[in-house]
């Protein structure tokens, strides 16, 4: 039981993070959590060892671990069930 709590409350933050994209919406996801401040987006191209360190190195700036902690705040813990309440609103009423 220890250890769940402790994952829980580790889930609830929201360390710094190093976005690498590389299919896909990755490359939407990568800047948009970049333009949230909450970490940095790695350079398009393959990354090596150099790039990743700075990457990491901007990550764990303190502004930034700042506002990874300050958002970590503001997330909702009911995304889920919220949405689906709306799609069963919306599909028991479709007009409104």
Not at 8 to 25: G, H, K
Not at 63 to 80: E, F, M
């Amino acid at each position: 039981m220890h250890r769940l709590l402790h994952r829980r409350d580790q889930l609830r933050r929201v360390p710094p993070q190093v976005f690498v994209p590389q299919l896909y919406d990755q490359h939407y996801w990568a800047e948009r959590g970049h333009a949230l401040g909450i970490g940095t987006a790695h350079a398009p191209g393959q990354a090596t060892v150099d790039s990743l360190a700075r990457a990491l190195g901007r990550a764990l700036e303190p502004d930034v671990a700042r506002r990874s902690q300050t958002l970590s705040g503001a997330i909702r813990r009911d995304g889920a069930r919220t949405a689906a309440k709306r799609v069963m609103q919306i599909s028991q009423n479709p007009a409104g």
